[in-house]
Every structure is written in structure tokens, then in C-alpha cells.
């Protein structure tokens, strides 16, 4: 849009003192400031948020704890600051977060992978490979409202399978420790050949202490 055009809409052009791009004096374009021409800022908004992103990046590389630490306690303030109404903007941008397809599946997919960084297409390649059943009890169903569980390492990270929700708590009860499961197997397996239903469990007991 050139400068005879803006004037046609009765929009002052300005002129970014940085990138020297000529711009409608808008807030489209520029941010606000009272002080300033046409109540703009000098630069534009582009110009602005590269200079603040190269700004923040060479103070965050002299001292990052500091840093963080002043985002986060202007962070805090801010919120606090009007708790009600940060609390309605948080729920709205999260409505908007999942009104998004793509974020949706990505959000669901942070749930069900606890951190273990797995993506849609990463799920789907591991949940084929096991015929999109339960790795350990074979189920078609995932017993849960959440969906099917990534059971991973919680030390380094790394996705073993996808679980139905009861397996997925049966390993976390027995944190992940395969000498338990070990054990509780070999108890309940001597329980059942045992052939007495109401034999001393002290007698099986001893085999496993």
C-alpha cells in the first residue's frame, strides 16, 4: 500500500526509524506510545520484537539464573495481580489450545507419554507394531477415558510400549522392579497348583523369603 493510499483511508504513514519500512500508523503495525507520533512507538513491531528477542538472548547468556528468576517473579506478580482475570484469560487461551486439532493431539499425547516426548506419529508406529492391542495382556481396549498409556523409564526416558490402563498401574506398583513381578508370579502360580484352596500361606512364604 503506498503513501497516496493511506491518505485516501485518512491514515497517517510513519516511517520505522529501523528497518526505514513506511507503515500505517496503526497499531497493526506499531505498538502503542502515548509520547510518540501519531501515539505510536518509533519502530515498528517487527523491528521491536527482534530487537527484544536479541535483547533477552544476550542477557539470558551472561547470567540465565538471574534471568529466569526475574521471569518468574514478574510472571507471579502479574498473575497475582488480578487473579480473577488471569485465571479467565488462562481458560480461554487453553479452550483455544484445544480447539486446535493439531495442539489437541499433541496435548493428549504429553498426557499419555508422562514426558517421554513421543509424538502422534511416534505412537502410531509403536501401537501398530503391537497390533493395536496391550502389550502385556493382548486387550483391545484401553480400560481408561484417557486412552491407552506410553509406558517408558522414568531415568532416561526411553518408550518401552503402550499399555492398557491396568497394566500400566500393575507396573507402577511394582515399580517397574521385573524381581517383584518375578515373585509375585511365582507366588501366585504356586497358590493356584497347589491344589489346596485354603492351603497356609506360610507354606508357600518360605520358597520366596
Known amino acids: 500500500m503506498n503513501a497516496n493510499l493511506h491518505s ?6 510513519k516511517t520505522c526509524t529501523k528497518c526505514k519500512n513506511a507503515l500505517p ?16 512507538t518509533p519502530r515498528c513491531k517487527t523491528c521491536v ?10 542477557r539470558l547468556s551472561k547470567d540465565p539464573e538471574k534471568i529466569r528468576r526475574q521471569q518468574n517473579e514478574r510472571t507471579k506478580k502479574n498473575y497475582y495481580k488480578d487473579i480473577e482475570k488471569s485465571r479467565e484469560r488462562h481458560r480461554r487461551f487453553q479452550a483455544k489450545r484445544r480447539a486446535c486439532p493439531e495442539t489437541r493431539a499433541a496435548i493428549n499425547m504429553a ?8 509424538t502422534e506419529d511416534d505412537f502410531r508406529v509403536i501401537f501398530s507394531s503391537q497390533k493395536h492391542k496391550c502389550a502385556i495382556c493382548r486387550s483391545d481396549r484401553p480400560h481408561s477415558k484417557a486412552g491407552w498409556n506410553v509406558d517408558h523409564c522414568h531415568k532416561t526416558n526411553e ?3 503402550i499399555l492398557c490402563a491396568h497394566c500400566n498401574r500393575g507396573l507402577g506398583a511394582f ?4 524381581d517383584l513381578m518375578r515373585k509375585a508370579a511365582n507366588m501366585l502360580e504356586a497358590r ?6 485354603d492351603a497356609p500361606v506360610s507354606a508357600i512364604l518360605e520358597d520366596y523369603t
Open 8 to 13: 485516501s483511508l485518512k491514515v497517517p504513514v
Open 159 to 161: 518408550v518401552r510400549f
Open 175 to 178: 515399580r517397574d522392579d521385573p
Open 25 to 40: 500508523a496503526d497499531l497493526k503495525h506499531f505498538y502503542k506510545n502515548s509520547g510518540g507520533k501519531f501515539g505510536v
Open 111 to 118: 498426557k499419555r507419554g508422562g514426558g517421554a516426548g513421543l
Open 49 to 58: 520484537d527482534q530487537d527484544n528477542k536479541e535483547g533477552h538472548a544476550r
Open 192 to 197: 493356584k497348583y497347589q491344589g489346596q484352596a
